[in-house]
Nanobody, 118 residues
Framework: QVQLVESGGGLVQSGGSLRLSCAAS????????VGWFRQAPGKERVFAAR????????YYADSVKGRFFISRDNAKNTVYLQMNSLKPEDTAVYYC???????????WGQGTQVTVSS
């Protein structure tokens, strides 16, 4: 089992930056990848970014590419999402997710609210 706890959300001005953290615990050695989804008010939860646990290979949704950067510190069992050039449309609850394989997102954090003001 893997547990995920997000932190770092909050209120930020449009154009600003924010860094989210996801602390993972449990059987993290078995993970294929960790990433982030987000859910804006009244909208579906959508993929934002992911990184493979061992190799650090990244993949981003087009909506965040060039602005958001995902990284991980395996020694600290922590994944980060550096969010730059934030826009009001980035306002959402951000969820840390973990994959046991490339087939599905098996574990989810509780979410952290990010609000971008205009």
């Amino acid at each position: 089992q893997v547990q995920l706890v997000e932190s770092g959300g909050g209120l930020v001005q449009s154009g600003g930056s924010l860094r989210l953290s996801c602390a993972a615990s449990g059987r993290t050695f078995s993970l294929y990848a960790v990433g982030w989804f987000r859910q804006a008010p009244g909208k579906e939860r959508v993929f934002a970014a992911r990184i493979t646990w061992s190799g650090g290979r990244t993949y981003y949704a087009d909506s965040v590419k060039g602005r958001f950067f995902i990284s991980r510190d395996n020694a600290k069992n922590t994944v980060y999402l550096q969010m730059n050039s934030l826009k009001p449309e980035d306002t959402a609850v951000y969820y840390c997710v973990a994959m046991r394989s490339g087939a599905s997102y098996d574990y989810w954090g509780q979410g952290t609210q990010v609000t971008v003001s205009s």
